[in-house]
């Protein structure tokens, strides 16, 4: 093990008169501090031996010749050994993400992937601490295989099955995936507190094997509210009997397959957040096989918008890739559009408009529209999780009374 050693000599007899020995009443207590690093492994023999060496009058390293005991020279007076603290090594590897479906909003069911390996073999159970998620409903998979787990607000507790450990360093990481808990009631970073345990038999306490304090996990951000799609009938749509202003009431105008130009029409519950709108922006992304009309405008105000906005929005069509969203979610459009809000003041109320889209040849294979609003660097501030679920397409040969 480690050593290190200090000496009296040259402290002068002024000072040396004034320590009283063990041995009276009066015994001068001597304090003495010693900064230590932490192993990166548990130790087999976590003891501190102190020992108080005799008959050395100065101090040289090259006298250090023995693993243990006083240097060449030296004799031992008196020595004693104190257990240390616990020493706990950090997980080899470890990183927890977002898994499909993508639930990122405050207070809403999320799922993700932990991803790990242990530096100490042993572990057969595991412990997560996240301030604020309710694990009471979540459920852990192995490989497809459901774990036990013990989940209550802040914490959770896996158990692998038996005769089964998380791999150590130098082995494959476990992919363990956790679903169905509720993320918490506040936006922020998530921070993780990740600790593997040994299960002792006989129904002892479970031992500390490793621990990682305070990862920092995915961000919880603002949800952003919709209103439900008012899907209308065919036969109303093509009614020439019916106002046009009772066919506006309908979130899509034109659902026909293959139709260009079909306004769809998006009601919010206002932003809860109070941040002033100055470059900042409304992203809507369509489900998979829909596209954004060219030649027109994108987006149109109807209501609750402010000030310049009020009168006509600035709206691009962008890659999604190229947006920092971190992990994409499934089955939507490759690209969304970008509308730019700049009134100048917080949007605390519901707020509505169009855009305008081409609708595609088939139903697509999730009918769920993704809408965020993003910062002016283009950080998301509120997200409906991309579970707005679209209406209905029709083809364009149906007519009221039949095909």
């Known amino acids: 093990g480690s050593r290190a050693w200090f000496s009296f000599a040259g402290a002068g007899v002024a000072a040396l008169s004034k320590m009283t ?29 102190l020992i108080h ?64 390996s242990a530096t100490s073999a042993g572990a057969n159970r595991l412990r997560l601490n996240a301030a604020g998620m309710d694990f009471r409903p979540c459920e852990a998979t192995l490989k497809g295989k459901v774990l036990q787990t013990v989940g209550e607000i802040g914490k959770v507790t896996i158990t692998l099955p038996t005769g089964e450990q998380i791999p150590a360093a130098g082995q494959d990481p476990v992919v363990i995936e956790v679903r169905r808990f509720v993320n918490p009631a506040n936006p922020g970073p998530t921070s993780w507190s990740v600790t593997t345990l040994q299960v002792q038999s006989g129904g002892g306490s479970d031992s ?37 202003s009772q066919k506006r009431l309908c979130t899509a105008r034109l659902p026909w397959y293959e139709q260009e130009g079909n306004r769809v029409t998006l009601t919010f519950g206002g932003l809860s957040g109070g941040e002033v709108m100055d470059g900042h922006y409304l992203m809507v992304q369509p489900p998979e096989g829909y596209s954004f009309t060219t030649g027109v405008p994108s987006a149109i ?9 009020a009168v006509s929005l600035n709206s691009t069509v962008v ?51 993704r809408m965020m609003v993003l910062s002016p660097s283009m950080s998301p501030l509120y997200t409906n999780d991309g579970v707005w679920l679209g209406f209905k397409l029709y083809a364009t040969f149906e007519v009221a009374g039949g095909l």
Not at 89 to 112: C, D, E, H, K, Y
Not at 215 to 244: M, S, T, W
């Open 319 to 369: 890659s999604v890739s190229s947006l920092p969203l971190g992990n994409l979610a499934e089955g939507l459009s490759k690209e969304a559009l970008l509308v730019r809000l700049s009134a100048g003041r917080p949007m605390p109320m519901p707020f509505a408009l169009q855009v305008v889209v081409d609708n595609p040849l088939q139903d697509p294979p999730a009918n769920l529209w």
């Open 301 to 309: 105000p109807l209501a609750g918008f402010l000030g310049a906005d």
């Open 208 to 244: 500390v094997v490793d621990q990682d304090v305070g990862h920092v996990g995915y961000e919880i951000i603002r949800h952003l509210k919709l209103e439900p799609v008012n899907q209308c009938p065919f036969d109303l749509l093509l009614n020439p009997a019916i106002a046009e």
């Open 53 to 116: 060496c005799r008959g050395l009058r100065s101090m040289n390293a090259s006298a250090l010749t023995a693993p243990f005991g006083c240097p060449a020279g030296g004799s031992a007076v008196a020595s004693l050994q104190s257990q240390l603290w616990p020493v706990i090594p950090s997980l080899s590897f470890l990183s927890i993400g977002l898994i499909n479906p993508i639930a990122a909003a405050v207070s809403r069911t999320s799922q993700i992937a932990l991803n790990m």
């Open 21 to 49: 020995p063990l041995s009276f009443e009066s015994a001068t207590v001597v304090e003495f501090q010693l900064k230590t690093r932490n192993p990166l492994m548990k130790p087999a023999m976590n003891v501190m031996e």
